[in-house]
């Protein structure tokens, strides 16, 4: 079952498709070591997904979005400290230029169209600032200020999509989530675990999923 009409020859489907690939490439690739495939392979798959937007005639806020994480994934996968702020700083706008697409195309009055609208408002903030909370005192103080602004970041882009539809939300908490995941996996373990191993998935699956949803609930 194809998201788009036709079958997977279509520029669409097969555009998905490609991406879903990429990210399960990238998936297995976790436990190599960091190469330029691998870090390709990583862009590619939300790369991917600007290309869709741009091909669907997307407001240009969802491609420029998107090929910003793209870019983040780009710049981050690289053993290098400026690639690394670079990234960061990628990651942080496009989760603002998210917020901006939806606040600018959202309807204001789906906040208060349904309760579990405000309600889940609420509680998303309230999570938020308890991880942030929770974690201050765990990271370094050089990355209390990044952590900071990635986590303001990130719930503006969740507070906005709280004005569309039910599939963007879930993407954003799916983000939302993928954010929460990577911050506990920088925390300093108090001795080695198994289960340390398993954060690097459940971020980017997270994250990838996040995006997937967003993409296709914004051009479907």
Avoid: C
Wanted: hydrophobic content about 60%; aromatic content about 10%; glycine content about 8%.
């Amino acid at each position: 079952m194809m998201p788009f009409s036709g079958g997977i020859e279509t520029f669409a489907n097969a555009t998905v498709v490609f991406s879903v690939l990429a990210a399960i490439g990238y998936a297995f690739s976790l436990s190599m070591p960091p190469s330029l495939r691998r870090s390709a392979i990583k862009t590619l798959a939300i790369g991917l997904l600007a290309v869709l937007a741009f091909e669907q005639d997307a407001p240009l806020l969802l491609a420029g979005a998107l090929a910003l994480s793209a870019a983040s994934d780009a710049f981050s996968s690289q053993p290098n400290a400026r690639m690394s702020v670079a990234g960061f700083t990628a990651a942080v706008g496009a989760f603002l230029a998210f917020g901006l697409l939806f606040f600018t195309y959202g309807a204001f009055g789906l906040l208060t169209s349904e309760p579990w609208r405000p309600a889940l408002a609420a509680a998303m903030t309230a999570v938020t600032f308890a991880v942030l909370m929770w974690s201050w005192t765990r990271i370094g103080r050089r990355l209390r200020l990044p952590a900071l602004a990635y986590a303001l970041a990130l719930l503006v882009m969740t507070l906005s999509a709280l004005m569309t539809t039910p599939t963007i939300i879930a993407g954003t908490l799916l983000l939302l989530g993928s954010g929460a995941a990577s911050l506990v996996a920088r925390l300093p373990a108090p001795e080695p675990s198994p289960r340390h191993a398993v954060w690097p998935y459940a971020v980017w699956a997270l994250r990838y999923a996040g995006h997937l949803a967003i993409a296709l609930g914004a051009v479907l």
